[in-house]
């Protein structure tokens, strides 16, 4: 009767203690360290090729393993950093997204989704996409006069006039003006709940609108014979969606190569989390830099609208993206889902290899489940048989 207790004793406490390890990391890993990771005010980061050939300039921190496309897909991967100087090699030359092979958390999550309804052959699909702003104070010198406003700044104004730009295009869009001020180690976690509101709504795109802190150079490329503020595409490179926010990220730029070349400069996938692990479909966007003209960035926008609804609504990928499966695991409900995947993935198979080990074979193993569940069944009032271990009945 006693080892009988403590078998029990010791198996509910390694369950108790798995799972509050495992919510507690979870819950770890949706803490965003971006602002502790950008870059002191005025620090420039250059990422350079193996020749020193500079690849691209960013106000954001570079960190060993972040990896960059450039306005021509070449793919590199960051060996080394050395103050704000930043040394990456070529990997390859990126033609296209490549979906990522399905994880074991991914492939239960699709099987869950699969008996979900699902939108009516037919049935016109409406278009919603939510927009907001982590750094709202973020500003334009040349049309607001300064590169920060307190608490609201120029990025809002361009944030609108995308906004404008997809209702034209017959876009609902699901949009936040706050600030999320002060641009402090809070900042993500302050949008995140705006995030999260937003993504109630299932939105087909949740996108948070920045500008960089660069030479105004940095952005400036020709788009179709015309001089146009660039906007370059980030993504988190820490949090479980990174391979469908890459995914997402590599198509909008496809798309934008092929109706406005140069307008899109290039995908940085830096360290963070940047809340994209709420949404496969998230995206943060840097629309020039603080050093460039707002009117040039608000006209900028009017082109990637365009480049974001001809994606997700006029592709087959694009409409893959936006489907009931991937808006379905969109949201706090999504990530929720996830997490409790994890924990009983992860309480299953700690519970069952200890219970091996501790029984000593598969057959004394498989004896004692079969105990367990007689006991619990009858403890339940269900049709178990009295236990017999160790000749005795248990007391309370």
Same mark, same amino acid.
């Given at each position: 009767m006693k080892s009988k207790f403590f078998f029990r004793f010791k198996l509910l406490t390694l369950v108790l203690a798995l799972t509050l390890f495992l919510t507690a990391t979870s819950s770890l890993a949706m803490f965003d360290f971006e602002d502790l990771l950008d870059g002191q005010p005025g620090e420039v980061y250059t990422m350079v090729d193996e020749k020193g050939n500079v690849i691209m300039r960013t106000a954001r921190k570079i960190s060993e393993g972040d990896e960059y496309i450039d306005q021509k897909n070449n793919h590199y991967r960051v060996k080394s950093v050395v103050q704000q100087r930043a040394e990456a090699e070529l990997i390859e030359k990126t033609a296209a997204a490549q979906p990522e092979q399905e994880g074991l958390i991914a492939r239960v999550q699709g099987l869950l989704l699969t008996v979900l309804p699902v939108q009516r052959q037919g049935e016109e699909k409406t278009k919603r996409i939510a927009i907001y702003s982590s750094h709202g104070a973020e500003s334009y010198i040349e049309g607001d006069g300064t590169e920060s406003k307190d608490p609201g700044g120029g990025i809002l104004d361009v944030a609108d006039r995308l906004q404008a730009a997809l209702e034209k295009k017959g876009v609902e869009v699901i949009r936040s003006r706050q600030p999320h001020t002060p641009h402090d180690a809070g900042a993500y976690q302050r949008s995140r709940r705006t995030a999260e509101e937003a993504l109630?709504?299932? &939105?087909?795109?949740?996108?948070?609108?920045?500008?960089?802190?660069? &030479? =105004? =150079?940095?952005?400036? +490329? =020709?788009?179709? +014979?015309?001089?146009?503020?660039?906007?370059?595409l980030v993504v988190g490179r820490q949090n479980q969606n990174i391979a469908n926010n890459r995914q997402f990220a590599e198509g909008l730029k496809k798309q934008a190569d092929q109706k406005y070349p140069g307008l899109v400069k290039g995908i940085f996938m830096a360290r963070g989390n940047y809340n994209q692990d709420l949404s496969p479909t998230a995206a943060l966007i840097e629309v020039g830099s603080h050093t460039n003209d707002k009117e040039q960035a608000m006209e900028s926008m009017d082109l990637f609208a365009e480049v974001v609804t001809d994606y997700l609504y006029g592709t087959a990928e694009g409409q893959q993206a936006s489907g009931p499966s991937a808006t379905t695991s969109k949201g706090p409900g999504g990530t929720a889902l996830k997490t409790v995947l994890w924990l009983v993935v992860g309480v299953i198979v700690a519970v069952a290899a200890y219970l091996l080990i501790s029984t000593g074979g598969i057959e004394q193993f498989k004896a004692r489940i079969q105990k367990f569940i007689r006991r619990e069944m009858n403890f339940l009032g269900g049709p178990g048989k009295p236990d017999d271990d160790d000749g005795g009945t248990d007391g309370s």
């Open positions: 109630k709504e299932s &939105p087909d795109a949740i996108i948070d609108v920045h500008r960089d802190a660069v &030479p =105004e =150079e940095e952005y400036l +490329g =020709e788009v179709n +014979g015309e001089e146009r503020v660039q906007v370059q």
